[in-house]
């Protein structure tokens, strides 16, 4: 029973694995021939594909060969129409070069033409000049033959005649031109001085030998003067400055003849009280300072002085030497404003004399600088400075001013009357300095009384700073002929009696009047 199923059971799985392997056989042939069918369609798909793509890039191709041809023609048709622009250029240039040519011919043949006209005229002018000239010898003989001179004596007769006209002619107009100069020099200078003053305003400053330092109350006064006058004696030892205490209200006394000592002692003290501490050893310290600061003043005062006036490239020592003019007086007059009313005097006289102004206000400022020497020196002040501005590079024709504004040295410039000119018109004007000032009210009185000690006069006018006294006389008791010799009667006695600088213009008035009364 069992061997029979176990045959069974063999035989169904061997008939199983027959009809399996004819299934899968069967199926295979299937697949191949669906493999075969597939592989004919996707073969069949790439010729139709390969055709569709090949006909794409025939396209293509065509349309790019289309494209290129477009452009190529493009190129060639740009080549063509630059060539015939060229050509048309060529054929202008070519008409007008033909037109220049023609031109030319034509100039050419003027040229010739004009030519033969100037040989044909040429040569009438040679036969003329040929004719004339047997023409003038022939005059030349008749005129030696009427005379009994030959052409040569002729000749220097009439040179030495000519001669002597010209010398007289020329002799009066020397004569004339030296007259009118005579008549217009004065006024012209005069002219250029008056309009310089005018045309510059300056302060008059006039300096003393004392300072006054002033003070809240008196108890500051014994603070300075210290336990037993040791302050006040360590003060005057530091500075070289005189310091009097008395019974001024609210004042000290500075008194010195040096204005840079003055100025450091006043300075020194108001620093001192306004501290508070006063001592021996602080007035040392706080004087050490004051110098330093005194001495940077300068050198800021000389340059804005230089700037103020327009001048460059002075030297750094000559720079603080024109500082150091603030603390400096001369005659009471104040050096740095006599130095810089003298420079913008120069300047605007030699605009008016068209000089270089520059130069002029440069030879100006420096005309006083020997007199702030650092020692002592015999020299003049003015030949000390021009050595000074030697050394430092200036010019010469501004050293020969400065040295030369005294009369030391001869003048080699013209800067040099000006500088000495601007000087005197600096030094010389009312108020200018205080001796002057003085002698100059006495001069004016002077003159008034001088002129009325004459008869007839009946008012007397010192003008224009002294330089002109006029004269009213009475008309019943000078006639015209005594005027005038009462004008010269008293410039005589002014000139004999008074010292004044420059001159005076004596103008005498003589007038008649005639008065009726309408009733």
């Given amino acids: 029973m069992d061997t029979t199923i176990i045959l069974i ?13 004819l299934l899968e056989k069967f199926k295979v042939s299937n697949l191949t021939v669906q493999a075969e069918k597939d592989a004919r369609s996707i073969v069949k798909e790439a010729k139709i594909t390969a055709e569709s793509i090949k006909k ?8 790019k060969f289309i494209e290129l041809k477009a452009e190529h023609e493009k190129v060639i048709f740009s080549r063509d129409k630059k060539v015939l622009d060229s050509e048309k250029r060529a054929k202008e240039k070519e008409v007008s070069l033909n037109k220049e040519i023609e031109k030319e011919r034509k100039l050419i043949k003027t040229l010739e033409e004009k030519e033969k006209d100037y040989d044909h005229r040429l040569e009438i002018l040679e036969k003329k000049q040929e004719t004339l000239d047997k023409t003038h010898k022939r005059q030349i003989d008749l005129l030696e033959s009427i005379s009994g001179l030959s052409a040569e004596e002729a000749k220097v007769q009439l040179v030495d005649s000519l001669k002597a006209e010209a010398k007289t002619d020329a002799m009066g107009y020397i004569r004339d031109t ?10 012209d200078a005069r002219k250029v001085i008056l309009n310089t003053i005018q045309r510059v305003g300056v302060e008059q400053s006039i300096e003393n030998c004392v300072s006054v330092f002033n003070i809240e109350s008196d108890d500051v006064k014994g603070r300075i003067i210290g336990r037993e ?10 500075t070289g400055v005189e310091i009097i205490v008395d019974d001024t209200p609210e004042a000290i006394i500075l008194s010195c003849f040096d204005p840079v000592r003055r100025e450091i002692a006043r300075l020194s003290m108001h620093k001192l009280v306004t501290d508070g501490r006063i001592h021996p050893a602080r007035i040392e310290e706080v004087v050490e300072k004051t110098e330093k600061q005194i001495n940077q003043e300068i050198i800021e005062v000389g340059k804005r002085t230089v700037i ?4 460059h490239g002075l030297h750094p020592e000559l720079v603080k030497t024109i500082g150091r003019m603030k603390f400096r007086s001369s005659y009471g007059q104040n050096l740095l404003q006599h130095s810089r009313e003298v420079a913008n005097l120069c300047g605007l006289m030699a605009a008016e004399l068209g000089l270089n102004v520059k130069a002029a206000k440069r030879a100006g400022l420096l005309h006083d600088i020997g007199k702030v020497p650092d020692s002592e020196s015999e020299l003049p002040h003015a030949i000390l400075g021009m050595q000074w501005a030697e050394k430092y590079g200036e010019k010469p024709d501004v050293c020969n001013a400065i040295g030369a504004h005294h ?5 080699k410039t013209l800067l040099a009357p000006i500088v ?14 205080r001796q002057v000032l003085d002698s100059y009210i006495q001069r004016l009185k002077d003159l008034e009384d001088l002129a009325f000690g004459f008869t007839g006069v009946q008012k007397a006018y010192a003008i224009q700073a002294g330089r002109e006294l006029r004269v009213l006389v009475e008309s019943s008791k000078v006639t015209d002929d005594q005027a005038s010799e009462l ?18 213009k004596v103008t005498v008035i003589r007038e008649t009047r005639a008065v009726n009364v309408a009733k």
């Fill in 9 to 21: 059971a063999i035989g169904t799985f061997v008939s199983g694995f027959v009809i399996a392997k």
């Fill in 56 to 63: 794409d890039k025939i396209l293509q191709a065509k349309e």
């Fill in 178 to 187: 030296l007259e009118e100069a005579k008549l217009t020099a004065e006024q």
């Fill in 229 to 238: 006058g040791r302050n006040i004696r360590a003060i005057e030892a530091a």
């Fill in 308 to 311: 103020d006036l327009g001048i």
């Fill in 407 to 411: 009369d030391e040295v001869e003048m």
């Fill in 420 to 433: 000495q000119v601007c000087d005197a018109i600096s030094g010389a004007r009312p108020g200018a300095r």
């Fill in 487 to 504: 004008s010269f009667s008293i410039s005589q006695k002014i000139q004999t009696e008074m010292t004044y600088p420059g001159q005076v």
